[in-house]
């Protein structure tokens, strides 16, 4: 294709004017001895017309006569509606025969009607419409949308069973494919809807192109509508009433593997699909073919990081009476994230509340999230602070990037991640929390005031190494505390100070449930298409009954333990937990002789009724006892074997000053009986 060049002064440049080129061999009596498709577009001859006469066919009489004149070049000549530049020039044929070699040139103008330029146009707009995203059905919806109404009156795309899903296609002959998408030039196409099976009916162009994995064009429809019939009378009589007559199909094949077929239809008065549509259709769905591979690849291995995140997660929330939760969480439309939370009973009737974000997205993220989450639960289970936990997750994290060494010639990966580890406790209804590096929180107390709390930040993990600082709350009871990550919180057209103003307006109505609190924060906040995961924990806190708690001062005598033990013999009784008495007397008396012999003032024993019975014994001591089994000649050793059979669970902890060591004995029947 050339252009003239524009012109300077006051002339105006000449419109652009296409050139191209057709070829016939004429012999002396204008036989025509070979003839280039393009001369056969121009000249609208057809594809067999070699050997024939050109005279033979419906062309101006301008034409003929001046392919029998002499050596000319330049003349312009009209032929079926399209302005045509002639040169003639002789040549000798194979043998010897004088022949003429004539060029055809169509020189129409580019604004004027021209089927090349204009598929050419398409295919560049279709080209660039197609794939916007790596979901698969969009994928086939642009694919359909792009050449209707430019190249087709109706256009649809099926796949096979497992493709839209992610899975691999399973072609067979027994089994139809699934609509993906249809597009059409009417609000209702004569075709199958989306979501409907499309059988593969023997004969028909679409099982003639899956069979031979090669496109199919058909001029004709007449045969495969009586085929269709048969099986779908409904259809093919919308086709009929809509007068579509013709028919290109084109497998969706990549790598040899078949993943469905495209299917473009005219109605009249459009014309017949001819070979160079086959060629446009061909070109198109092999590149919707691989898009749509390449989304089907992205699905599987999303489908499959999104079954290990809920895998990891928590099945479900465990049983707590200190708060009433809700949680919720929302994988990432782009790519699962690693967004953890976790909801971890403790010692006293505690309850530890965890939210965390692994940096990066994928199954790598996922499994890094999980083997956090691990640690979360092992550190807990050992009764440390906050901001021990986190930083001894923190060590952690910096141990699994020296496990990963760096590639050749670039730094060794960074695994990033936040967290906010919070302890709350009935008893004395006041919150303990550390972060790192993540958002904080937000109370919303049971007066409709709401406040993000001034928690510091801490590095984020696997980061500097540096400590971790604890803020502690006083939580009136039914106040909601709001634990997030930042996908809630952050989008492209949301900053995060903007997110925070919305999650204030959110929680404003004090009369909302943990679980109608995360439905309006879903509600207000996230973008449409999250790009990033959403791990929201939404907790009201309890206080545990002043009567459902019992302590006493111990002083370090040996003849104090009698006297503790009556009393809460008799506290029991005033609890209905007579069938209790045994195993608490057994347990107490264990637990008080040990630290008055071993342990330092100020003792104290405190008993909390709350979904176990729980027996704790506070003293100044650091020192931790320790589980051993005694043998057969030793005296004693056997008190804490006796706690551990007894209790349902056991363990120590350690506040500010000393140590508690606790066990929970169940409210069912006395397991010493």
């Given at each position: 294709?050339?252009?003239a060049?524009?012109r300077?002064?006051r002339?105006?440049a000449p419109?652009p004017?296409?050139?191209?080129?057709g070829?016939l061999?004429?012999?002396?009596?204008?036989?025509?001895?070979?003839?280039?498709?393009?001369?056969?577009?121009l000249l609208?001859?057809p594809?067999?017309c070699?050997?024939?006469r050109?005279?033979?066919?419906a062309?101006p009489?301008?034409?003929?006569?001046?392919?029998?004149g002499?050596?000319?070049?330049g003349v312009?000549?009209?032929v079926?509606?399209?302005?045509?530049?002639?040169?003639?020039?002789?040549?000798d044929?194979?043998?010897g025969?004088?022949?003429?070699?004539a060029?055809l040139?169509d020189?129409?103008?580019?604004t004027?009607?021209?089927?090349?330029?204009?598929r050419l146009?398409?295919?560049?707009?279709?080209?660039?419409s197609?794939?916007t995203?790596?979901?698969?059905?969009?994928?086939c919806?642009?694919?359909a949308a792009?050449?209707v109404?430019?190249?087709?009156?109706?256009?649809c795309v099926d796949l096979?069973?497992g493709?839209?899903?992610?899975g691999?296609?399973?072609?067979d002959?027994?089994?139809?494919l699934?609509?993906?998408?249809?597009?059409?030039v009417?609000e209702?196409?004569?075709l199958?809807?989306?979501?409907?099976?499309v059988?593969?009916?023997?004969?028909?162009p679409?099982?003639r192109?899956?069979?031979?994995?090669?496109s199919v064009?058909?001029?004709?429809l007449?045969?495969?509508l009586?085929?269709w019939?048969e099986?779908?009378?409904g259809t093919?009589?919308?086709?009929?009433a809509?007068?579509?007559?013709?028919l290109?199909t084109v497998?969706?094949?990549v790598?040899?593997?078949?993943?469905?077929?495209a299917?473009f239809?005219?109605?009249r008065?459009?014309?017949?699909f001819?070979?160079?549509?086959?060629?446009l259709?061909?070109?198109?769905?092999a590149?919707?073919a691989?898009?749509?591979e390449?989304a089907r690849r992205y699905?599987?291995?999303?489908?499959?990081?999104?079954a290990?995140?809920?895998s990891?997660?928590?099945?479900g929330l465990?049983?707590?009476?200190?708060l009433?939760?809700?949680s919720?969480?929302q994988?990432?439309?782009?790519?699962?994230?690693?967004?953890w939370f976790?909801v971890?009973p403790?010692s006293?009737?505690?309850?530890?509340l965890?939210?965390g974000d692994?940096?990066?997205?994928?199954?790598?993220a996922v499994?890094?999230?999980?083997?956090?989450?691990t640690?979360?639960?092992?550190?807990?289970?050992l009764?440390l602070?906050?901001?021990?936990?986190l930083?001894?997750?923190?060590a952690?994290?910096?141990?699994l990037?020296?496990?990963h060494?760096a590639?050749?010639g670039a730094?060794?990966?960074?695994?990033?991640?936040?967290?906010?580890?919070?302890?709350y406790d009935p008893v004395?209804r006041?919150?303990t929390?550390a972060?790192?590096?993540?958002l904080?929180?937000a109370?919303?107390?049971?007066?409709?005031r709401v406040e993000?709390?001034?928690?510091?930040a801490?590095?984020?993990?696997?980061?500097?190494g540096?400590p971790?600082e604890?803020?502690?709350?006083?939580?009136?009871e039914?106040?909601?505390l709001?634990?997030y990550?930042?996908?809630l919180l952050?989008?492209?057209?949301?900053?995060i100070?903007?997110?925070?103003?919305?999650?204030?307006t959110?929680?404003?109505?004090?009369d909302r449930g943990?679980?109608?609190?995360?439905?309006?924060l879903l509600a207000a906040?996230?973008?449409a298409?999250?790009?990033?995961d959403?791990a929201?924990?939404?907790?009201?806190?309890?206080?545990?009954p002043?009567?459902?708690v019992a302590d006493?001062d111990v002083?370090?005598d040996?003849?104090?333990?009698a006297?503790i033990?009556a009393?809460v013999?008799r506290?029991l009784d005033?609890?209905?937990?007579?069938?209790?008495?045994?195993?608490?007397e057994?347990v107490?008396?264990e637990l008080?002789t040990n630290a008055?012999?071993?342990?330092?003032a100020?003792?104290?024993v405190?008993?909390?009724r709350d979904r176990?019975?729980i027996?704790e014994v506070w003293d100044g001591?650091?020192?931790?006892?320790?589980?051993r089994?005694a043998?057969d000649?030793?005296e004693?050793g056997?008190?804490?074997f006796l706690v551990?059979?007894?209790?349902?669970?056991w363990g120590?902890?350690y506040?500010a000053?000393g140590?508690?060591?606790w066990a929970?004995?169940?409210?069912?029947e006395?397991?010493?009986?």
């Open positions: 294709m050339t252009a060049a524009p300077t002064g002339h105006r419109e004017v296409l050139v191209r080129e070829v061999l004429l012999d002396a009596n204008l036989l025509i001895r070979y003839a280039n498709d393009e001369a056969r577009r609208d001859l594809a067999d070699a050997g024939h050109l005279d033979a066919f062309l009489a301008a034409l003929t006569v001046l392919l029998r002499g050596e000319l070049a312009p000549v009209t079926h509606g399209r302005p045509l530049t002639v040169d003639l020039h002789p040549a044929h194979a043998g025969t004088s022949c003429r070699i060029t040139r020189s129409a103008p580019l004027g009607p021209d089927t090349a330029r204009l146009e398409l295919l560049y707009r279709a080209g660039a197609i794939g995203t790596l979901d698969i059905t969009r994928t919806e642009e694919l792009a050449l109404p430019a190249f087709a009156d109706f256009a096979y069973e493709v839209p899903a992610g691999e296609p399973r072609p002959r027994g089994r139809p699934r609509r993906a998408a249809l597009a059409g009417t209702l196409p004569p199958l809807a989306p979501g409907s099976p059988p593969l009916i023997p004969g028909t679409r099982a192109a899956v069979a031979g994995l090669c064009v058909e001029p004709d007449s045969a495969a009586d085929a019939d099986v779908s009378p093919v009589d919308a086709m009929r809509q007068r579509v007559h013709t290109v497998p969706l094949t790598g040899g593997t078949l993943l469905g077929v299917t239809w005219r109605a008065p459009r014309p017949a001819d070979e160079e549509d086959r060629t259709a061909e070109e198109l769905t590149r919707a691989v898009l749509v390449n699905t599987r291995e999303h489908t499959v990081a999104v290990l995140q809920h990891l997660l928590p099945a465990p049983e707590q009476h200190a009433e939760v809700a919720r969480y994988p990432a439309q782009a790519g699962v994230g690693g967004d976790d971890i403790l006293g009737a505690r309850v530890a965890v939210v692994v940096v990066g997205h994928g199954v790598h499994a890094t999230m999980g083997r956090l989450r640690a979360v639960h092992t550190f807990s289970s009764d602070a906050p901001d021990e936990l930083g001894h997750l923190d952690l994290v910096n141990r990037d020296q496990e060494p590639p050749a730094e060794r990966p960074i695994t990033g991640a936040t967290c906010l580890y919070a302890v004395t006041r919150c929390l972060r790192a590096g993540h904080p929180p109370v919303a107390y049971p007066d409709g993000i709390v001034d928690l510091p801490g590095p984020p993990l696997g980061v500097t540096l971790y604890t803020a502690e709350l006083e939580l009136p039914g106040s909601r709001v634990l990550t930042d996908g952050e989008s492209r057209d949301q900053d100070d903007h997110g925070l103003k919305l999650l204030r959110a929680l404003t109505r004090p943990p679980a109608q609190t995360c439905e309006d906040l996230p973008p298409d999250p790009a990033d959403i929201l924990l939404v907790a009201r806190t309890r206080a545990l002043a009567d459902h006493w002083p370090a040996p003849a104090a333990v006297r033990r009393a013999l506290r005033d609890w209905g937990l007579s069938e209790q008495a045994f195993a608490a057994l107490l008396s008080i008055i012999r071993y342990a330092a100020p003792i104290r405190r008993l909390l176990a019975l027996c001591s650091a020192t931790s006892p320790h589980l089994h043998t000649t030793d004693g056997r008190g804490l551990a059979q007894l209790a349902e669970r120590t902890r506040p000053s140590k508690v060591i929970e004995l169940p409210l069912g006395s397991p010493g009986r």
